[in-house]
């Protein structure tokens, strides 16, 4: 069922849900934004940043094959260490 607001200022009020759940057809616009906020809510700064910086639990070495080959062969990096190799 289409409705139309012409220019009609509507006010949801809401609270954030208390667990995480899926939007459902049918659901209220209160229900939906409760929904959506809690989504958003438990998204880390990252999510809106893209910022290596608002990361946790970064990896320990970032960087070419090349770069890795030689400190892994001086010993520089240690076992269990996570490793990201990019092209550059």
Not at 27 to 44: A, G, H, Q
Not at 56 to 62: A, G, H, L
Not at 65 to 71: A, C, L, M, Q
Request: charged share 35%.
């Amino acid at each position: 069922m289409q409705r139309e607001f012409d220019h009609t200022k509507i006010t949801v009020e809401f609270d954030e849900a208390a667990n995480r759940q899926q939007i459902s057809s049918g659901d209220s616009l209160k229900t939906l934004f409760s929904k959506i906020r809690k989504w958003l809510s438990d998204l880390r700064p990252v999510a809106f940043s893209g910022s290596y910086e608002d990361l946790e639990d970064k990896p320990i070495f970032i960087g070419t094959k090349e770069k890795y080959d030689s400190d892994n062969a001086s010993g520089k990096i240690k076992e269990g260490t996570v490793v990201i190799i990019t092209d550059d």
